[in-house]
């Protein structure tokens, strides 16, 4: 039997990544068929060469985690164990959540998976990033706090957010009140977004000044939008025709993110997913980049990853 072990700066540094009545120490050590204590501020690991250094890399990752969240999640150890099995230990020993802002209530935003560090990175190197993914990556989360960032250092004068108003099994038609009330439920959760980056009034005053215009894709016909920082939301339901139009509106001194989850396409059948075509078209020209979030980089509650999983495993079979 082997033995790794290591020191921590303090024992509420431990109470973190051990987690509640042990149960991320727990989930590392079933992962992993290795045993974990520790004794004052020193954690042992005990098994075979090869499981014990596999243990000490998600440890470690785990200790970067609680040093700058402050709390360490079931899905922080998932993340990790699953990043380890696949042979992408040294990647975790490289990760540093960089903070992209802080938002209104004081917390730190910041890519809390690999994946999610890249998509970032894609945002700032590239004038239009693609980012495709299942529901719970912080696709549109993410956009949003980068979009906030350009405004607050004046890389751009404006936030425009848009999305298609597409019936997810719904009729626009059936909802109360005039066309701004049937559109605002298709919208939410890009204001949530907003909310938890400028605050309820700091938002209003955005607003207000014309810094931040949140609308449906159909408003963005005929129009050129210089120094933005433009947002296209699920923009697997697009039509080509749509994509084409959004695309073109891009003007001088702005930058566009255009997120999607391809596998959840609410158009009518038999119409043609403008985002799909889209990639294929734009892919090779400098400057857009195409980037595609996974499972792993799901943060909601786990289970949600794991209902993404069985779907994607399941996907042909299902009618």
Known sequence: ???????????????????????????????????????????????????????????????????LSGSVSEQNVNYAIGMVREGAGEQLESFDEDIICISSKGRPIKAKTLGQKEYIRAIEQNTITFGLGPAGTGKTFLAVAMATVALRNKQV?????????????????????DLQS?????????????????????????????????????????????????????????TPEQMKMFL????????????????????????????KQAIGVVKDIEGIAVYRLGSKDVVRNGIVAKIVEAYDRKKGDLC
């Open 182 to 238: 049937k559109i605002d439920p298709y919208l939410r959760p890009l204001y949530d977004a907003l909310y938890e980056m400028m605050g309820y009034e700091g938002f209003q005053r955005q607003l207000e000044k014309g810094a931040i215009e949140v609308a449906p894709l159909a408003y963005m016909r005929g129009r050129t939008l210089d120094d933005s920082f433009i947002i296209l939301d699920e923009a697997q339901n697009t």
């Open 157 to 177: 004068s404006k936030i425009v957010i848009t999305r298609p108003a597409v019936e997810a099994g719904e009729r626009l038609g059936f909802l109360p009140g």
């Open 1 to 67: 039997m082997a033995q790794e072990s290591f020191f921590v700066e303090s024992q509420d540094r431990i109470a973190d990544i051990f987690g509640i009545q042990d149960q991320n120490v727990l989930l590392v050590e079933r992962a992993f068929n290795v045993v974990i204590i520790n004794r004052d501020i020193e954690i042992k690991i005990t098994g075979s060469t090869a499981d014990c250094r596999d243990a000490l890399k998600v440890l470690k990752y785990l200790i970067k985690v609680s040093e």
């Open 248 to 275: 073109t509106r891009l003007g001088f001194r702005s930058k566009a993110v255009v997120n999607g989850d391809l596998s959840q396409i609410d158009l009518p059948s038999g119409q043609f997913c403008g985002l």
